[in-house]
């Protein structure tokens, strides 16, 4: 039984990092109908910098605010520069432009950084917490983080004007227009908060599974995996899916298919999901005609 | 020119190819640049595979590697296990890939564009994790892999078994890649592609998009599990981590930068995919991925149809198969977000790739 | 009277097919410009040009004697111009409180916004019954007029109202248009009003348009127009 406590805890823990990169997956998706494949890797990206500024001597809690600000540039710009043209092209090319955006920052991030594995640190204390021996101290605290985001980007789409200009944006850009929103940075927008989601993630999964450049590639699968059994078009039901993939994963791991396998999960989630009920648990009907 | 003749002289032309590339190299180029030639044979193959799905039926997958995988792994099994000599294994990996692929195809009936191109991501990215398992490692070799022996030529003939693997390649290549053009010059090519750019419309016509979807995959599978085959006799190595998610990626960029909806683009393609890593190496160790990056994106700005379609434009009629200018129609099925609109509803178009700025469409 | 809106030889369409020949017409300020036509005549598209969602293809366009042809819908809007699209525009998935408060979305002071609120109440009350509820679930009536006070929150100068009757039952359109007339005596606001029902529409306007395949045909005074029995029957349909 304690097993299962702790595993389920575990789960919540890095179901709040699924959930929040699933976050960032479905807001680029409702704003651009994008499916942003190149989210994992820049969410690696800023990981390292991240580490590099600890590394030069900044305190962690400084490195992350500048890493977030930072990713969220990014994030900007890639869409100013890259995104902007493919708003009308066909979904292949759009496609083929986020696969060489995630070819292009997986290698960068490898020549800037080298591929060795890297520890990276986590600013919780060490050391099972009050739930003694259920959860480590990184765990809650990534817990925490992450809700903390998550309430933080709902605040902010429900109760700003901002939020609410770019809800309208993304549901409707010619009526959105129709009323003085600036649709283009809109999604520019979107895709900086995306990508400063990322970041929180990736720096928040990364004393966890330690820091390589291929770190986020399952991590984006899982998230991908949540979002759709919550419902792509549905950031409150992807965040759910996220949590719940956590703690699905985590039992799934510790109890039926051993650890080597958890990506299979993953995957028979996914198919299950796209076979039983495309839309998602709370998700709107997709249009599945064949 | 009417059709009949210019078939005739795409085959004449296409067979005049083969049987250039059947003697030249052959006896002109050393070993080692013929293994390259025969890889460059194997990937083409395995992007035609890919072609078939995502250029002519509009279904994306960035998992094809799978296939890759279980053809090479088949073939090796089957080889390292049970002494079943290579030619033999051709037909069972074909055989188990479509079946794999048929099977596959169902749940993706349900899927548009990105969904799909989702769930095979997602399955590329399992892949290595599923041939590791522990419970299968007798029969694959786990995470060591297995080794198989080079073929010696047939019948003792004098050629070096880099020669001899090459022609075989070639072979089946050659008839591959006929059955392919056959198939999407027919009635069968309409379908396909019919269905990818208007899906609803094609069914009003009769066509069973299901069965027409799901055999395409079947197809599509094939190839490149025919293709894993022979590049696991090439290479004479399987292993686990070398089908990761790279190995997708690269036949999508493949695909991609040969040409999407083009036969001989999958040729372009497979040089594409062998030739870029070295030449990119030799700028930087970390550089392929870059450099496949920065090609991609910029063929996808500047020539979306590829190198097929850009060279097809200057050399007219023969290379280009399957559309009428080989350009990029890749449309999703059943998701109307505001691309392909009529006029009145085309101001969604404008607005939408307007920054604020001009106005202009 | 100054002219607020002006076009002069405006060309405009979609890609290849051109929808507007070259069409000069005015907005008075203060007063109410109905444009008429039939299907396809080309009235939706003058709308969407003067709005800066298509690209014109030649002539000019004057807001208040200044060139506005060219700019981007987000500037034209600033610059005091709301329309009400065709199909409504509404944000279905947003709650009717939020469709308003995006209708306010560039005006700074936010005690006018409040007031202005109350006043769309009194015109539609209905909008008040239905504040928190979510967009898409209003009837085809309510919408429009939601739609149409989201645009009055702009405080335009000009209004455009692109065929407010459009698939509604009679008696909603009845309701909509007295309502419409009272907002043109309340609230100061400049019309340019595209219907396909002409008598309506001759009703509140003092100038009228005909467009016929992207030209004009016929302009003058409403009520002339409307005396004429021989314009009627042939160009309009009664």
């Known amino acids: 039984m304690e097993g299962v406590l702790h595993q389920v805890l575990s789960g919540i823990a890095s179901g709040g990092i699924y959930a929040s990169v699933a976050l960032a997956l479905v807001m680029i998706y409702q704003a651009t109908h994008h499916v942003n494949f190149a989210q994992g890797e820049m969410a690696t990206l800023s990981t390292y910098i991240a580490l590099t500024l600890i590394n030069a001597g900044l305190t962690y809690w400084l490195a992350f605010v500048i890493t977030v600000v930072v990713s969220f540039i990014i994030g900007v710009l890639i869409e100013r520069i890259l995104m902007r043209p493919m708003n009308d092209a066909p979904v292949l090319a759009s496609v083929g432009v986020f696969i060489g955006l995630l070819l292009i920052i997986n290698a960068s991030t490898g020549w800037m950084f080298d591929y060795m594995i890297k520890t990276f640190p986590t600013p919780f204390p060490g050391g099972p917490l009050l739930f003694s021996g259920y959860v480590s101290g990184h765990e809650l605290g990534a817990t925490f983080v992450t809700l903390l985001v998550l309430i933080a980007v709902y605040l902010f789409f429900r109760h700003t004007k901002l939020g609410l200009a770019m809800r309208a944006a993304a549901f409707n850009p010619v009526s959105a227009r129709l009323v003085g929103i600036r649709v283009g940075w809109m999604l520019a927008l979107g895709w900086g908060l995306a990508a400063a989601i990322g970041a929180v993630a990736g720096m928040m999964v990364a004393p966890i599974v330690f820091l390589d450049p291929n770190m986020m590639a399952g991590i984006l699968i899982y998230a991908f995996a949540g979002a759709l059994l919550g419902g792509i078009d549905n950031p409150l039901g992807a965040v759910i899916g996220g949590f719940a993939l956590g703690i699905i994963e985590n039992l799934a791991g510790a109890y039926l298919v051993g650890t080597e396998l958890k990506l299979t999960v993953a995957l028979v989630i996914i198919v299950g999901v796209l076979v039983v009920k495309p839309s998602g648990l709370f998700g709107r009907t997709l249009m599945s005609r064949v | 020119m009417n059709a009949a003749a210019s078939t005739m002289r795409t085959f004449t032309l296409g067979l005049a190819v083969w049987v250039f590339a059947a003697a030249v190299p052959t006896l002109l180029l050393s070993n080692y640049h013929l293994f390259q030639l025969t890889m460059v044979l194997v990937y083409a193959i395995a992007i035609l595979g890919l072609a078939i799905l995502t250029g002519f039926n509009g279904q994306i997958s960035l998992g094809h590697g799978a296939f890759y995988a279980i053809g090479a792994y088949v073939t090796a099994v089957l080889m390292y296990q049970y002494d079943v000599p290579y030619w033999a294994t051709l037909p069972v990996s074909a055989a188990i890939c479509a079946a794999v692929g048929f099977l596959i195809g169902l749940p993706a009936l349900r899927l548009g564009g990105l969904y799909l191109a989702l769930t095979t991501f997602a399955l590329a ?237 | 009277m100054p002219a607020l809106l002006e076009t002069r030889g405006l060309h405009a369409g979609y890609g290849e097919t051109r929808v507007l020949h070259g069409i000069d017409f005015m907005v008075e300020q203060g007063g109410v410009t109905a444009l008429l036509g039939a299907n396809g005549a080309g009235k939706t598209t003058t709308l969407r040009a003067i709005c800066g969602m298509i690209r014109i293809t030649g002539g000019e366009i004057l807001l208040a004697n200044e060139r506005i042809d060219g700019k981007a819908t987000e500037d034209i809007v600033q610059r005091g111009v709301a329309h009400v699209p065709d199909g409504r525009g509404t944000f279905v998935e947003l709650t009717v409180e939020e469709n308003l408060r995006l209708g306010a979305f560039v005006r700074k002071n936010r005690a006018g916004v409040a007031e202005d609120f109350e006043r769309m109440f009194g015109y539609f009350p209905r909008l008040r019954e239905r504040f928190r509820q979510q967009a898409g679930t209003l009837s085809g009536g309510e919408q429009q007029m939601l739609a149409i006070a989201r645009a009055l929150l702009l405080r335009p100068k000009l209004l455009l109202l692109d065929e407010p009757s459009f698939g509604l039952a009679p008696l909603i359109v009845q309701e909509i248009f007295s309502i419409m007339h009272r907002i043109r005596a309340d609230e100061g606001v400049s019309i340019l009003l595209v219907e396909q029902n002409a008598s309506l529409a001759l009703d509140i306007a003092e100038q009228a348009y005909l467009l016929e395949t992207g030209r004009i045909v016929i302009s003058g005074l409403a009520a002339e127009i409307r005396r004429d029995d021989s314009i009627r029957r042939s160009y309009l349909g009664y």
């Open chain 2, 125 to 361: 990215v399992a892949v290595p994790q599923i041939l590791k398992i522990n419970a299968l490692e007798d029969l694959t070799g786990g995470v060591q892999g297995l080794v198989i022996d080079k073929p010696d030529p047939p019948f003792g003939l004098d050629m070096s078994p880099d020669q001899w693997i090459y022609l075989f390649a070639l072979g089946v290549g050659g008839v591959l890649f006929l059955l392919a053009w056959n198939v999407v010059r027919g009635r069968t090519g309409r379908a396909m592609m019919a269905v990818r750019d208007h899906a609803l419309a094609a069914e009003a016509m009769g066509i069973d998009i299901a069965l027409m979807k799901t055999r395409t995959f079947a197809l599509s599978a094939l190839y490149t599990g025919v293709a894993g085959s022979l590049g696991a006799i090439v290479i004479q190595f399987v292993a686990p981590d070398s089908f990761s998610i790279f190995v997708s990626i690269y036949f999508f960029v493949g695909l991609l930068v040969g040409g999407v909806s083009s036969i001989a683009g999958a040729i372009l393609g497979g040089a594409f995919v062998e030739f870029v890593p070295n030449l990119a190496e030799s700028i930087s160790k970390a550089a392929p991925g870059a450099v496949y990056g920065i090609i991609l994106i910029a063929v996808m700005f500047l020539m979306p149809s590829g190198a097929a379609g850009a060279l097809g434009s200057l050399l007219s009629r023969f290379f280009r198969l399957g559309t009428k200018s080989g350009q990029l129609r890749v449309t999703e099925v059943g998701d109307r977000s505001a691309r392909n609109v009529s006029p009145p509803a085309g101001v969604a178009h404008g607005a939408r790739s307007d920054a604020g700025g001009s106005g202009r469409l």
